[in-house]
């Protein structure tokens, strides 16, 4: 059911735990019974004498000026409070002498005490006695056994000498099924919270239940699912140029449809309808699950192979970076190609020798070169490293490669080198840059908008033997490329869709050339 979806899920999952989580701190607030503590602070340390070693200066007048020993005093307001939820008996504190507790002021004499209580505790001023157990002895207080109900406190301002201001102040002593802790109230100077911690703590929970929520609806795949999702197997062949835009619809394809699995096998436009061919040939099942790509249409001695023009596809040329060339005519492209420029410093260039880097007789790439661009084929292969010449007689070091890639890595690495490659390929691939042809530069997006007479482009095919079955993986797979979601992938890698408007005129218009020769 659609609203059984997982985001669905998830967002109502997030509601509960918020809602939950947010009863459950309330009930353990008001409900769940804690440990019996006794909370303490120091409120206020500050200097009044003029030998303080740590502290603001202070002016004094009278007894802080006239006694003796007051010339390094300090003041300490000393909070002591019930911090737990249950109330504290005097027979709670676990001490062996009369007096519950014992502040310890480290390095500093105690001069006298004061105790204050709020309003209301008059009730505890009974228990600040000596016959109680108070009383100081150096830098130590004995503090009665003070019975204490949830939420009251009272306070000591205690006058001492000696020591810095800031020095430890401790209190030590024990509580039965409790503990004795500093705690987190505010000193007269401090702003009150905005947030208790279990408001802060609910409020941390619910933004993570809501951030877990946005991050889901943000990267969840909303795009829809292939056209009539087939499952089986699938081998796809043929251009490498156009290889990584088929693997990632391979990809998303599987990933939507469970149970299929596309095949990646490419290895030149020419042997991918060969190979494509030889297999409808020898299948006695009609239509063989394999799907031929080839740069530009197949030659005319397969007339079992049914076309699907998937996109329009822009190459380029690209030079090593050592070559400052940006820009040849048609004409130098032939003469280059025809081995009659043998260095660069005749088209303005350094003195470098020209390397020719080209693709091996399978591949539609090439084919495209030399249909779009030369008018003709190009001359005979004289280097097996692309960097010497086999054949002493040649006019120029000619290779050829077995893959795009492999064209773009050797044009980077060799000085001099000049290739030919499907135009995403080359972008952004270091040590080359590419060429413009008459001053017109490779762009799909010129393409587009219709103000490019750039001629080195053509439309990417896809074969299949015959007509493959309707509910097939070859006519689901196809759907997706040509009229799916599959198009966003083909235009992300740099390819015009047949299928956009755009791209159905120029594709169109390659048929109709196709028509008539």
């Known amino acids: 059911m659609e609203w059984l979806s997982a985001e669905n899920v998830v967002a109502v999952g997030t509601a509960v735990i918020g809602v939950v989580a947010s009863a459950v701190m309330v009930w353990y607030e008001r409900r769940v019974p804690r440990r019996k503590t006794v909370g303490y602070r120091v409120q206020m340390d500050n200097p009044i004498g003029d030998d303080v070693r740590s502290g603001r200066a202070n002016v004094r007048l009278g007894l802080f000026d006239e006694a003796p020993g007051m010339s390094d005093a300090t003041l300490v307001l000393l909070r002591i409070e019930n911090d737990g939820s249950q109330s504290i008996a005097g027979d709670d504190y676990t001490s062996r002498e009369r007096h519950g507790l014992t502040a310890v002021f480290t390095g500093r004499t105690i001069r006298g005490v ?30 009665p056994r003070v019975p204490l109900n949830r939420g009251e406190h009272f306070k000591l301002l205690v006058l001492l000498s000696g020591g810095d201001v800031g020095c430890p ?107 494509l061919d030889a297999a409808g040939q020898a299948s006695k099942k009609g239509s063989p699950a394999l799907v031929a790509l080839s740069d530009g249409p197949r030659p005319g001695a397969f007339p079992q192979l049914r076309e699907n023009r998937i996109a329009v596809s822009v190459f380029t040329l690209v030079v090593n ?47 495209v070169f030399q249909r779009r661009v030369l008018g003709r084929g190009e001359i005979a292969n004289s280097s097996l490293d692309c960097a010497h010449k086999d ?36 972008a952004g691939h270091e040590g080359l840059h590419r060429i413009s042809l008459d001053g017109h530069t490779a762009s799909v997006e010129d393409l587009e ?69």
């Open 391 to 426: 054949d002493a007689t040649a006019p120029v070091v000619r290779c050829e490669l077995d893959s795009t890639e492999q064209v773009l890595d050797a044009v980077a690495e060799l000085p001099g080198a000049i290739g030919y490659s499907e135009l995403n390929g080359a």
């Open 169 to 275: 102040i401790r209190i030590v002593g024990g509580i039965r099924d409790g503990e004795v802790r500093p705690n987190r109230s505010t000193t007269p100077d401090d702003q009150p919270p905005l947030f208790s911690r279990a408001a802060r703590l609910i409020t941390v929970l619910l933004t993570v239940c809501v951030v877990a929520l946005a991050l889901i609806v943000v990267l969840r795949d909303d795009s829809p699912p292939p056209i009539g999702c087939a499952q089986g197997t699938l081998t796809v062949t043929g251009s490498t140029a156009f290889e990584p835009v088929v693997r990632e619809l391979a990809e998303k394809y599987e990933h939507a449809c469970q149970g299929s699995a596309i095949t990646v096998d490419a290895h030149g436009s020419t042997a991918g309808v060969r190979e």
């Open 114 to 143: 004061s105790v204050t209580q709020p309003p209301g505790t008059d009730h505890l001023m009974d228990h600040f006695t000596p016959a109680a157990g108070l009383g100081y002895e150096d830098g130590t207080l004995r503090i």
């Open 321 to 367: 970076d050592s070559v400052p060339v940006r820009n040849l005519s048609l004409t130098d492209v032939r003469r280059l190609y025809r081995g009659e420029i043998g260095n660069w410093k005749q088209l303005g260039g350094p003195d470098r020798p020209v390397l020719l880097v080209s693709r091996d007789a399978n591949s539609g790439t090439r084919q």
């Open 449 to 517: 908008r219709g103000t490019s007479d750039y001629p080195y482009r053509e439309i990417e095919y896809a074969y299949t033997y015959g007509q493959p079955p309707a509910d097939s993986l070859a006519s689901s797979f196809l759907s997706y490329i040509t009229r799916g979601s599959g198009q966003d992938v083909v235009r992300t890698h740099g390819h015009l869709p047949c299928g956009t408007p755009v791209g159905l005129r120029i594709c169109g218009a390659g048929r109709r050339r196709g028509a008539g020769r």
